[in-house]
């Protein structure tokens, strides 16, 4: 049996209402062990458990997450079962950007009012576009894409307000003007972190193999699931000895950086394998790996992505990041009315 798991990720329910889960050690001594639930390679030594709420709880603990146990076990608890009678979160994409993947999403300080007509829950406003082969920019390059946007939204728009960004320099800057900072570089730099914490913010924990301008390169896994299990416990453990309360938390399994559009379809059909307690935001809105089935380009990808975002909200996922936040809205509350007694 592990006596010192380092991570692990859910498998489902069982009829009793235990979890089970697939348990990680890193395999130091290079041990080689086999039994009914135990199996080991020159890295992890792996263990099939399951475990009841007070037992999961007791298992984050030893993990090093003794802080965030509690609310952990208690949320993946109520994840699991898939919560299909939840309506998503809409976060609107709204890119302040001259090239960003999608033109549609590409906006200025006079079409974001489009965007606030539609009421949507969240706006994630970005400056720096960040798909593949796009080339980084300079933290004041990115400022002063935003700032007029920014400005329009504190004086027009009173939900929530999102800034995806991967530079401190520009989260530190709008500090005062958002409620999230959406990190796609994985929190590559803890002052990131800080500024959450000390400002009161939510923040996005992103998954992404190494770094945004070779994500391509990097689409390589031997375990999907236990390699982004590993990422999201190592970071979790940095957010929380860097004070950052468990409840401001929200995982993003980062679909398209870093993956094939086998890996997005896996993380889409299997939630579980992210669902640690935290908020769920999945962005799949328009992207590459939906056009795998049908072969059209992301200008036509609506029903695609509606699909999707149908498919998601029956998973119990709780925040969506689309480009079309007024036909997601409208396209999920039908649904919801079509599926009442």
């Given at each position: 049996?592990?006596?010192q798991?380092?991570?692990?990720?859910?498998?489902?329910?069982?009829?009793?209402?235990?979890?089970?889960?697939?348990?990680?050690?890193?395999?130091?001594?290079?041990?080689?062990?086999?039994?009914?639930?135990?199996?080991?390679?020159?890295?992890?030594?792996?263990?099939?458990?399951?475990?009841?709420?007070?037992?999961?709880?007791?298992?984050?603990?030893?993990?090093?997450?003794?802080?965030?146990?509690?609310?952990?076990?208690?949320?993946?608890?109520?994840?699991?079962?898939?919560?299909?009678?939840?309506?998503?979160?809409?976060?609107?994409?709204?890119?302040a950007?001259?090239?960003?993947?999608?033109?549609?999403?590409?906006?200025?300080?006079?079409?974001?009012?489009?965007?606030?007509?539609?009421?949507?829950?969240?706006?994630?406003?970005?400056?720096?576009?960040?798909?593949?082969?796009?080339?980084?920019?300079?933290?004041?390059?990115?400022?002063?894409?935003?700032?007029n946007?920014?400005?329009t939204?504190?004086?027009?728009?009173?939900?929530?307000?999102?800034?995806?960004?991967?530079?401190?320099?520009?989260?530190?800057?709008?500090?005062?003007?958002?409620?999230?900072?959406?990190?796609?570089?994985?929190?590559?730099?803890?002052?990131?972190?800080?500024?959450?914490?000390?400002?009161?913010?939510?923040?996005?924990?992103?998954?992404?193999?190494?770094?945004?301008?070779?994500?391509?390169?990097?689409?390589?896994?031997?375990?999907?699931?236990?390699?982004?299990?590993?990422?999201?416990?190592?970071?979790?453990?940095?957010?929380?000895?860097?004070?950052?309360?468990?409840n401001?938390?929200?995982?993003?399994?980062?679909?398209?950086?870093?993956?094939?559009?086998?890996?997005?379809?896996?993380?889409?059909?299997?939630?579980?394998?992210?669902?640690?307690?935290f908020?769920?935001?999945?962005?799949?809105?328009?992207?590459?790996?939906?056009?795998?089935v049908?072969?059209?380009?992301?200008?036509?990808?609506?029903?695609?992505?509606?699909?999707?975002?149908?498919?998601?909200?029956?998973?119990?996922?709780?925040?969506?990041?689309?480009?079309?936040?007024?036909?997601?809205?409208?396209f999920?509350?039908?649904?919801?009315?079509?599926s009442?007694?």
């Open positions: 049996m592990i006596d798991p380092d991570f692990f990720y859910p498998l489902g329910m069982e009829s009793r209402g235990e979890l089970k889960i697939l348990l990680y050690q890193e395999n130091h001594r290079g041990e080689n062990r086999s039994g009914s639930n135990i199996s080991s390679n020159k890295n992890f030594l792996t263990e099939i458990r399951v475990l009841n709420q007070k037992e999961l709880i007791e298992l984050i603990k030893l993990t090093g997450l003794e802080k965030y146990a509690d609310y952990m076990g208690k949320n993946i608890m109520t994840q699991i079962p898939n919560n299909i009678e939840r309506i998503p979160k809409i976060m609107a994409i709204a890119n950007t001259p090239d960003s993947f999608f033109e549609g999403s590409r906006i200025s300080s006079s079409t974001i009012s489009r965007i606030i007509e539609f009421k949507p829950d969240i706006i994630d406003v970005g400056g720096e576009s960040t798909r593949p082969h796009s080339v980084e920019i300079d933290s004041k390059t990115e400022i002063s894409r935003l700032e946007v920014m400005e939204l504190k004086n027009n728009y009173d939900g929530i307000v999102s800034l995806d960004t991967r530079h401190p320099e520009v989260a530190d800057h709008f500090k005062d003007r958002i409620d999230i900072i959406n990190d796609v570089s994985g929190l590559y730099n803890g002052e990131m972190i800080k500024i959450a914490a000390e400002e009161k913010l939510q923040y996005v924990l992103m998954h992404i193999k190494g770094e945004v301008n070779k994500m391509l390169q990097n689409a390589k896994y031997d375990d999907l699931p236990g390699e982004m299990a590993k990422f999201f416990f190592s970071r979790l453990k940095k957010m929380m000895d860097m004070g950052m309360p468990c401001r938390i929200i995982i993003d399994p980062g679909l398209g950086f870093s993956k094939t559009h086998d890996h997005d379809y896996f993380l889409v059909k299997n939630p579980n394998v992210y669902s640690l307690g908020p769920r935001l999945v962005g799949h809105s328009r992207k590459r790996f939906l056009g795998y049908t072969g059209v380009e992301a200008e036509r990808r609506l029903p695609e992505t509606l699909a999707t975002s149908l498919f998601l909200k029956q998973k119990g996922i709780e925040i969506l990041r689309v480009h079309d936040p007024d036909e997601n809205i409208r999920l509350k039908q649904f919801r009315f079509l009442q007694a």
